[in-house]
């Protein structure tokens, strides 16, 4: 049947204190016609098919029954069930229920897709009372058994026709076969055919049909164009289109397509940001953000946004590729001409998709007809303000001019690296260095800074610093000569900040011994020997016997029992 009920107020359809307040908080007071047709009724306890266009206030006509009926969930168990088929229109049941839901100190929560599960994994385990679910993820998250529906009282299916078009529809039937059967049902769509006749035939028992068609006055004037242009310059066409609106969504047929559009439109200067199925979450809000707020001036997306995307003051949509149905074009262009405003609608239609663009206009009721674009017949083209340039960060005045001694001490690879350079400058390259001086390398730059902390420092060299170690030179003696003119090995000269106890120079093991170099090496500090040291010692080694194999018995006593490997993380079952 269809409603022509008179404006009521959500108090005299018997919504409770709370919800009348916190719908008054947000100026929201009279009703919609789908509001006054089915609240009541929910309320009730009737299973309810609402038919009503997006925008039409269906969220509150599902939503107050939901949040008035809920009880308390359980962990694992929530109470009410809402299923969306997108992400973005799960976040906004969510946005619109959750002042209602606090008002009657109930919890909402949201999962779906490109999100972290294991933080709706610890949601749910605190306990829900209002679940909001994509239906991939809340399978997924049945499948993992941190998930039940046996306690669900009210299930919300939105956007039902759109759940079919996109391939839910089988999971919708296996979610909702694991509720009771005496469960709240309420079924709401834009068409009752199909697809979704049978959801209602199969999961409502006697429910209650209300359709609301859509109003006059909530519908501007919008003008539709087919416009037919060579593949080559369909790109500069919608470009020189998109320019005079200063609000446009452009729906591409394919993810990659999408991509590929938004970048051909942002290198000719147009502000586009992209939303399709491939990006993540929170790279969808924050294009749909940009998109609202006005920082981006053309929302190119896949049929995704051409449902239960709420956006104000969209001038114009364009099909840059052909709807492919009615129903998708019909959805599509939903998004201009919203709230009584006027707005337009264009179809790009290259050569070879004429066939596909002749069937669909044939689909739609309108007479087959192309016409060549004319830019003279679209307004002139907008002027947007450029966005303000982040403020470059300011040079600290610390590290220029006179004041360069206090910039902090550079590393050991910037000290080589300036000192290589300056003695390449001073004609002191690597070819040009004595063999003493190509093998200890470093010691003339060493040598130069000495010199310089000497002048710095009243004549006191800075290797003379015993108490607080140094550079290379602080640590190592440079050998004795031998009779063939070439140096000892360089040995460790201890000093007071080495971590060699006194006299460990002095001790040489005996031939055969231990040749470790910790300290003690010839003993340990209770006498005993490094020989039976080395038997308390875990065998290892190509020399060392080879341990005992475990027998089979007694093969994984060391592992963690497996006991409980896979178990559910929920509560038990029963």
């Given at each position: 049947m269809t409603s022509e009920t008179p404006s009521q107020t959500f108090a005299d359809l018997g919504v409770s204190d709370a919800i009348v307040s916190s719908l008054a908080e947000r100026d929201i007071v009279n009703a919609f016609p789908i509001q006054v047709a089915s609240i009541e009724a929910a309320l009730a306890g009737r299973d309810i098919c609402g038919k009503a266009p997006t925008g039409s206030g269906k969220t509150l006509a599902f939503g107050i029954p939901a949040v008035e009926l809920s009880n308390r969930g359980t962990p694992w168990r929530p109470s009410v069930l809402i299923l969306s088929p997108t992400r973005e229109l799960a976040t906004q049941i969510k946005d619109e229920l959750e002042p209602l839901a606090k008002a009657c100190d109930r919890s909402i929560l949201t999962v779906f897709g490109g999100t972290n599960i294991e933080r709706d994994i610890k949601r749910l385990e605190k306990g829900i009372d209002i679940l909001v679910a994509c239906p991939g993820r809340l399978e997924d998250l049945i499948g993992r058994r941190c998930c039940e529906l046996r306690n669900v009282e009210i299930v919300v299916v939105d956007e039902a026709d759109r759940m079919a078009d996109m391939g839910f529809l089988p999971s919708v039937k296996r979610i909702l076969d694991q509720t009771p059967g005496n469960r709240h049902t309420l079924l709401f769509?834009?068409?009752?055919?199909?697809?979704?006749?049978?959801?209602?035939?199969?999961?409502?028992?006697?429910?209650?049909?209300?359709?609301?068609?859509e109003q006059i006055g909530d519908v501007g004037d919008v003008e539709h164009s087919w416009y037919v242009v060579q593949p080559v310059d369909r790109v500069s066409s919608a470009i020189e289109v998109l320019r005079r609106y200063d609000s446009s969504i452009v729906f591409c047929r394919t993810r990659r397509g999408c991509d590929r559009v938004a970048k051909n439109f942002a290198k000719k200067g147009l502000t586009a940001v992209a939303i399709h199925g491939d990006r993540s979450q929170a790279q969808r809000e924050r294009a749909l953000r940009d998109f609202t707020d006005g920082r981006a001036q053309v929302l190119v997306a896949t049929d995704v946004a051409a449902r239960g995307i709420h956006v104000d003051n969209v001038e114009l949509v364009m099909h840059y590729d052909p709807a492919g149905s009615d129903k998708d074009y019909v959805h599509r262009s939903g998004r201009t001409g919203r709230a009584g405003q006027d707005g337009r609608v264009v179809s790009m239609v290259v050569e070879d998709k004429r066939k596909i663009a002749r069937q669909l206009m044939k689909e739609l009721g309108v007479k087959p007809g192309f016409e060549e674009l004319d830019l003279d017949s679209f307004p002139a083209v907008v002027v947007r303000a450029k966005p303000k340039a982040a403020p470059k960060p300011q040079q600290d005045d610390r590290?220029?001019?006179?004041?360069?001694?206090?910039?902090?001490?550079?590393?050991?690879?910037d000290r080589n690296r300036s000192d290589r350079g300056r003695a390449n400058r001073g004609g002191n390259n690597r070819s040009q260095q004595k063999p003493n001086q190509r093998n200890n390398r470093g010691h003339r730059s060493d040598q130069d800074r000495n010199d310089q902390d000497r002048n710095d420092r009243g004549g006191r060299k800075s290797n003379d610093r015993d108490d607080r170690g140094g550079g290379r030179s602080d640590r190592f003696d440079r050998g004795e000569r031998r009779p063939d003119g070439k140096r000892t090995k360089p040995r460790r000269r201890p000093g007071s900040n080495d971590w060699f106890p006194p006299g460990y120079h002095d001790e040489k093991p005996a031939r055969g011994g231990s040749k470790s170099k910790r300290p003690g090496a010839g003993s340990d500090r209770d006498g005993r020997s490094s020989d039976d040291e080395r038997k308390d010692r875990p065998s290892?080694?190509?020399?060392s016997p080879r341990r005992k194999s475990r027998n089979a018995k007694g093969r994984h006593a060391d592992k963690p029992s497996s006991k409980n490997k896979g178990k559910r993380r929920g509560p038990k079952s029963g």
């Open positions: 769509s834009a068409t009752l055919d199909g697809d979704v006749d049978m959801l209602i035939k199969r999961y409502q028992n006697d429910p209650l049909t209300y359709e609301v068609e590290f220029s001019g006179d004041e360069r001694d206090d910039r902090p001490p550079r590393g050991r690879s290892g080694g190509r020399n």
